[in-house]
Structures are given as structure tokens and as C-alpha cells.
């Protein structure tokens, strides 16, 4: 069966720093693009950071950019996620994706990143 389980969120306070780790299991993670999404109360799923099978090629949104990192270990069938400098505007459920092709893709069950005072 296959698997993403997400941890790592939770409340911090703005300039704050957490990592989001992406567990996977169950398929080849290796051959899968990963990818962070987000969504805020209210408003649509938006793409954060995005990382390719070997780790060698990253991108980022401009909101996060310089602020957050994605890395994974494939030896480890895990994707994380380093989100220094964190805003209010921040706060949002954070999810995992993990993609062979436009028909074949998986998502985490997401987790709750709360920055505030």
C-alpha cells in the first residue's frame, strides 16, 4: 500500500524554524518527483517547493524562496522540508506529494503549521 506519513508540524513563533519530514513506503520512491504543498483556511493549495528524483534539481515559489529548503534521502525514502524565517502568513496545512506522472501521484496526509505570537 502506498504511503506518505508527514511530521513534524506544529506552533511556532514568527522567525521560528521547523522541519517537515515525508515518510514514504510502499512504492519506489526513487523514481518519484516530491513536492510540498500548502493550503491556508479558505484559500486554494499552492505549490511550495518541489525537489527531482536524485535530489539534484530544486525549485521554489517566490514567497518561500531563500527562506525554505527541500532535500530528501532516497536511502531513506524521505522528503523534508526546512522552513527558516517562518512568517504568519506561513500557517497553513502542509502536504507531501509524491509524483511519477500526471496519473500516478500520492499525497500525504498533511500537517498543521501554526505560526503565531
Known amino acids: 500500500q502506498e504511503q506518505l506519513l508527514q511530521s513534524g508540524g506544529g506552533l511556532v513563533q514568527p522567525g521560528g524554524s521547523l522541519r517537515l519530514s515525508c515518510a514514504a513506503s510502499?512504492?519506489?520512491?526513487?523514481?518519484?518527483?516530491m513536492s510540498w504543498y500548502r493550503q491556508a483556511p479558505g484559500k486554494e493549495r499552492e505549490l511550495v517547493a518541489a525537489?527531482?528524483?536524485?535530489?539534484?534539481?530544486?525549485s521554489y515559489q517566490d514567497f518561500v524562496k531563500g527562506r525554505f529548503t527541500i532535500s530528501r534521502d532516497n536511502a531513506k525514502s524521505t522528503v523534508y522540508l526546512q522552513m527558516n524565517s517562518l512568517e504568519p502568513e506561513d500557517t497553513a496545512v502542509y502536504y507531501c506529494?509524491?509524483?511519477?506522472?500526471?496519473?500516478?501521484?500520492?499525497w500525504g496526509q498533511g500537517t498543521q503549521v501554526t505560526v503565531s505570537s
Open positions: 510502499g512504492f519506489n520512491f526513487s523514481l518519484y518527483t
Open positions: 525537489i527531482s528524483r536524485t535530489g539534484g534539481s530544486t
Open positions: 506529494k509524491a509524483v511519477y506522472s500526471a496519473w500516478r501521484n500520492y
